[in-house]
Antibody
């Protein structure tokens, strides 16, 4: 059974960079796509982007100038960096495994608050 | 971006009821549509992909239909554990946008 776990700081200062890592267990990261999705408190879901195990990426254009998603196959991990954060980036951030059809396995999510 | 519009935004129903939720895409997405269920404080759970294929382990009372721009999620006989928020997502083109969600509440 594939499991995903997000890790990283829960508090980030405005204008700084949000950095999260997702560790995949129970399966190899060296196949499938690997997504980041976020959900502001009380709101809906926003697709941030994904990375293929080869390193190729696709990002949401609304965030593309600030986002980097990368993969480390040796550690079975993938990561999210979001730069120049503001309060609007406060959200629960989820990592997930993606096929061409859907995100089928999800992490539990981690709340990141942007505040000074 | 493809806009995904769900209706209704919320619905009240009773255990045993049949409920249908609609998702409309702003342009054709063939069958590249998934449905998720989310309970408070939990990650979304995949219910249906490719518009009508039931994810492994999901009860058969859930079903999906549609293609092109109009899609439906139907729960044939509501169970207490089905009260949650439901989201659709298109994976036809980037970015992979979600609907705004439909909250299913107990009447």
């Amino acid at each position: 059974q594939v499991q995903l776990q997000e890790s990283g700081p829960g508090l980030v200062k405005p204008s700084e960079t949000l950095s999260l890592t997702c560790t995949v267990s129970g399966g190899s990261i060296s196949t499938y796509y690997w997504s980041w999705i976020r959900q502001p408190p009380g709101e809906g879901l926003e697709w941030i982007g994904y990375v293929y195990y080869s390193g190729s990426t696709n990002y949401n254009p609304s965030l593309k100038s600030r986002v980097t998603i990368s993969v480390d196959t040796s550690k079975n991990q993938f990561s999210l960096k979001l730069g120049s954060v503001t309060a609007a980036d406060t959200a629960v951030y989820y990592c997930a495994r993606a096929t061409h059809y859907a995100n089928d396995y999800w992490g539990q999510g981690t709340l990141v608050t942007v505040s000074s | 971006d493809i806009q995904m519009t769900q209706s209704p935004s919320s619905v009240s129903a009773s255990v045993g009821d049949r409920v249908t939720i609609t998702c409309r895409a702003s342009q054709g997405i063939s069958s590249w549509l998934a449905w998720y269920q989310q309970k408070p404080g939990k990650a979304p759970k995949l219910l249906i992909y490719a518009a009508s294929t039931l994810q492994s382990g999901v009860p058969s009372r859930f079903s999906g239909s549609g293609s092109g721009t109009d899609f439906t999620l139907t729960i044939s006989s509501l169970q207490p554990e089905d009260f949650a928020t439901y989201y659709c997502q298109q994976t036809n083109s980037f970015p992979h946008t979600f609907g705004q969600g439909t909250k299913l509440e107990i009447k």
